[in-house]
Nanobody
Framework: VLLVQSGGGLMRAGESLTLACVTSSRFNDADSVAWYRQGTGSQRDLVARITGGSRFEYSDAVKGRFTISIDDNKRTVYLEMNGLKVEDTDTYYC??????????WGQGTQVTVSS
């Protein structure tokens, strides 16, 4: 399974940005899809996740500002980021966890937020 990310770039604080992640095969409701982020020398932290098609999780740092969603074809995962902050600067990764086994990652995309 391949995950190809798009979006990212240099933003100013307060602006909005949407990341996209296209998968090579459809995921189903039993799978979980998520976005993580990682700073240099840091661990990869969960940003947002959809599990079971309807259970949404967000980190406290992004709750109320970021929204994870999937398209009707269940091939693309989005991360809509509003009210960007300098501390949102990181490399963002999408992740697909198959209920049948297997965890797959996108290539990562850099988001840099300036004040």
């Amino acid at each position: 399974v391949l995950l190809v990310q798009s979006g990212g770039g240099l933003m100013r604080a307060g602006e909005s940005l949407t990341l996209a992640c296209v998968t090579s095969s459809r995921f189903n409701d039993a799978d979980s899809v998520a976005w993580y982020r990682q700073g240099t020398g840091s661990q990869r932290d969960l940003v947002a996740r959809i599990t079971g098609g309807s259970r949404f999780e967000y980190s406290d740092a992004v709750k109320g500002r970021f929204t994870i969603s999937i398209d009707d074809n269940k091939r693309t995962v989005y991360l809509e980021m509003n009210g960007l902050k300098v501390e949102d600067t990181d490399t963002y990764y999408c992740n697909l966890n198959r209920w049948s086994g297997g965890s797959y990652w996108g290539q990562g995309t850099q988001v840099t937020v300036s004040s």
